[in-house]
Each structure stands twice: as C-alpha cells, then as structure tokens.
C-alpha cells in the first residue's frame, strides 16, 4: 500500500518559520513529481510548490522567496520550508505524488494544519 505521511505543522506567530516533511512508502519515490499544496476555510486547494524527478522547482507567486522545497530520495521524503510566515499562510498543507510519466497516477497524505497568528 501506498503511503504519505506529513508532520511539522502547528502554531506560529507571523514572521515565524515552520518546516513540514512527507515521508512516502510503496512507490518508487524518484519517478513521481511531488508537491505541497494547502486549502484554507472558504478556499480553492492551490498548488504551494513543486519538485520534479530531476530536482526543478516551481513556487506560486505568494510565497516565492519566503518557502524553499527539496528532496532526498535516498530517505523518500520532501520537505518544505517555511519563512517569514504571514497570516494567509493559514491553511491545511497536503503532500502529493504524480507519477512523471503518467500523471493519471497520483496520491494523497491526509493533511498538517499550519496556523499563523499571533
């Protein structure tokens, strides 16, 4: 069975920095493109970032200089680091994998809730 589990969510005040890790299990990690996403109260879920098998990046306007995302696929994990928090960071931040090759296979972690407030 496939799996993705995130931890490192919480509390912060704004103008913190928390780091969220996905530890993936039952793929084979280095062929899937992985990616952070969030959704908060009333909102669409929007991509947050992006690494491919190859190691580029991509980041949504909102957070480019502020979060840094990266790989390891020797521990089958990804992680994303995150600066200078503001309030609308709140959300639900999920972890997912798209196979490279065939993005019609893709899965889920169930979520780690970041909250921004002072």
């Known amino acids: 069975q496939v799996q993705l589990v995130e931890s490192g969510g919480g509390l912060v005040q704004p103008g913190g920095s928390l780091r969220l890790s996905c530890v993936v299990s039952?793929?084979?990690?280095?062929?899937?493109?992985m990616g952070w996403y969030r959704q908060a109260p009333g909102k669409q879920r929007e991509l947050v970032a992006a690494?491919?098998?190859?190691?580029?990046?991509h980041y949504t306007d909102s957070v480019k200089g502020r979060f840094t995302v990266s790989r390891d696929n020797a521990k089958n994990t990804i992680e994303l680091q995150m600066n200078s928090l503001k309030p609308e960071d709140t959300a639900v931040y999920y972890c997912?994998?798209?196979?490279?090759?065939?993005?019609?296979?893709?899965?889920w972690g169930q979520g780690t809730q970041v909250t921004v407030s002072s």
């Open positions: 997912n994998a798209v196979r490279s090759a065939d993005s019609r296979i893709s899965y």
């Open positions: 690494i491919t098998s190859g190691g580029s990046t």
């Open positions: 039952g793929i084979r990690f280095s062929i899937y493109t």
